[in-house]
């Protein structure tokens, strides 16, 4: 619920700060005093449209705070929050802001982290709910009447969405095969000469890096012809200069015994020997390696050629060739079994519909038993509250199939009559703002707005009526208000009377300046107010204990 307001420059209002608390709270003052600017500044902070006009003469910005309070926040605002990235811990406080400046920018905080004002309007259906003289959103607008007959109902909406996602997944599978299998019947001839090529040419894993290694090795053997035999004179033949290091090493074998340096000189020769020896053995394998055989060369580059041109074809990579031929082969596989699978598919999709079907069928019966008491249950509501001759009727439609959506198949709407024989229509086409605020006010107190809003508002909901309406209406506010937060704005020292807490809005002027201010009363302030709005400008004593009676009888 609301548990404070603050406002700082918005029009006549220099600073306030106000704490609300649960129950009924209402707000009076005399006529043009200020009431409806604290109703923009809270429209503000809920994320109506930035008027610069808001912002008080003379100053560059303007600023309104509101503080929620909840045991649990709301799931509609956590998720939107947890989307928007915005963290509110648990147990902390919604702290909504805005700034608005003099040219008209506007700023948006939720718990002092930067926001879209999108967020505000989003989240601000679960925060505050606003009844007045020129309400479209709310009970009004018919967008939410299903939600709220289903309420009434005790309904579970969730079983018919769950049928409906069932059964719109089938359908799409089945749409996509289809669709699958006709582009691929379509591209039939195209895709077996497509096959036919690359089963001709036979592509494997691998085979284009081992193509382009062994062509890269045929190319240096080609380049390292001519050193490799200018090489071979050092190895071969009785006077390379391995052979003659064999011969000194014989010769040396012969005379070592005879000193020990002669003995660590053939060592030494010994090892040169094995070592030349192994050069010569891997000089041998390189130039085996890189033999360079034109017939084969020119085969692998044909071979690169082929497969390289094969992939642009496909617009893939040599090593997808494998992978298009299996694509190739299961596309055209899909055409030969598609039939079945289609077929299988339209009994899942049948089965699916014929269920959503029957859970929808059976939501639209509840709604329709629903209608019927909850247009009794209006009904009740409209003598007490001067609409006697006013009818309600809860419009249900079953719409086409191609209308059909996760709430079912039925178009839910609030309609009335206000005089005897005349059509019924939606709320806001033919009601009066006085009249309005009264149908929703028995929408209300039908409905028990289970799940509503965490602070419904209701404007001058007592226009026009005195009397014993405007007591039904003090006590139907005070109803609605018994487990939750309500704040009205009235005219009424009978609704009035009712409140649990009573601001007054005063506006005072002082040279050129004038300002609105907003003061919480207490006992004796509030028998004080209801007795200036019983009497007018000059209070009298009468005036006075008619306050203290309807004091002692709300």
Known sequence: MLTALAIRNIVLIEGLELSFGPGLGVLTGETGAGKSILLDALGLVLGDRADSGLVRAGTDQASVSATFEFAELPSTIGDALAEAEVTVDPGEPLILRRSLKADGGSKAFINDQAVGVALLREISGALVELHGQHDDRGLVNPRGHRALLDRYANADPAGVASAWARWRAAEDRLAQARAAIDQAAADQDLLLAYLAELAALEPQEGEEERLANARADMQKGERLASDLQELRHLWDGSDSALAGLRSAARRLDRIAAEHPLLADALAALDRAVIEAGEAEDKLASAAEALIHDPAELDRIET???????LARKHRCEVEQLPAKMREFREALDAIEGGEAEIGALEKAAQAAGADFRSKAEALHAARAEAATRLDEAVEKELAPLKLDAAKFRTSITVLPEERWSASGMDAVEFLISTNPGADFAPLAKIASGGELSRFILALKVALAEQGGAATVIFDEIDRGVGGAVASAIGERLARLAGEGQLLAVTHSPQVAARG?????????????????????LDAAGRQEEIARMLSGAEITAEARAQADRLLESA
């Open 500 to 520: 649990k807490t009573h601001y007054v809005i005063a506006k005072s002027s002082e040279g050129t300046v004038t300002r609105t201010s907003v003061m919480l």
């Open 303 to 309: 071979r690169l050629f082929d497969l390289r041109a």
